[in-house]
Structures are given as C-alpha cells and as structure tokens.
Nanobody
Framework: QVQLVESGGRLVQPGDSLRLSCAAS????????MAWFRQAPGKEREFVACINRDGERTYYGDSVKGRFTISRDNAKNTVYLQMNSLKPEDTAVYYC?????????????????WGQGTQVTVSS
C-alpha cells in the first residue's frame, strides 16, 4: 500500500519554471514505477511522464517533451516533476501515480495508487 501526496503547484507566468514533488508513504517505494498525469478543466486525464524503479528510464508525453523532466529519489521516497518553459495549456491539476511492477506504461488504468493532485495555473 502506497499513499501519495503532491505539492508545489501554484500560479506562475508563461515561460516560468516550477517543480512539483510527490511524497510517498509506505513500504517498498523502489518497487514502484512512478508517473505524473494531469487533468485540465473539461478534459480527460492525460499522461505526462513516468520513470522506472531505479530512475534510469523515463518516458514523456509529446506535449511536454523537452520541457519537463521526471526524476526520483528512492532514499527520500519522492518523485519530482521539473517543469520549464510553462505554457497556459499546461494549466491543470497534476496527479502523481504509482504502479507496482517493472514495465513502464502510459495507461492510466494500469496505475495502482494516486495522489490527490496539485493545481498548476499558468497565466499572465
């Protein structure tokens, strides 16, 4: 069982940078693939990024490639999302998710645990 708590979301201007954090409580954090999803008003939840158990492999959604970076610190039971060159279309609630296993996936239904979300608003 894993509990996830996101933090770091706030109002920023276009072009700004922001780092989100997801703190995990529970056992065997290093056995979980971690991911970020986001959901904008009136839209479906969208895959953003995922990272494998040892942090050596990552995968990104097309809309954030080259701008966002996912990382993890297993010693701190924490996963991060560094967001650069933010755009208004990045405005969404960002969710952290965990999947027990070893294979990266972008499929929402394959993740076992979810955080409550943190709001990111990009506006001038």
């Amino acid at each position: 069982q894993v509990q996830l708590v996101e933090s770091g979301g706030r109002l920023v201007q276009p072009g700004d940078s922001l780092r989100l954090s997801c703190a995990a409580s529970g056992r065997s954090f290093s056995n979980y693939i971690m991911a970020w999803f986001r959901q904008a008003p009136g839209k479906e939840r969208e895959f953003v990024a995922c990272i494998n158990r040892d942090g050596e492999r990552t995968y990104y959604g097309d809309s954030v490639k080259g701008r966002f970076t996912i990382s993890r610190d297993n010693a701190k039971n924490t996963v991060y999302l560094q967001m650069n060159s933010l755009k208004p279309e990045d405005t969404a609630v960002y969710y952290c998710a965990a999947r027990f296993g070893s294979v990266l996936t972008t499929t929402l239904s394959e993740y076992d645990y979810w955080g409550q979300g943190t709001q990111v608003t990009v506006s001038s």
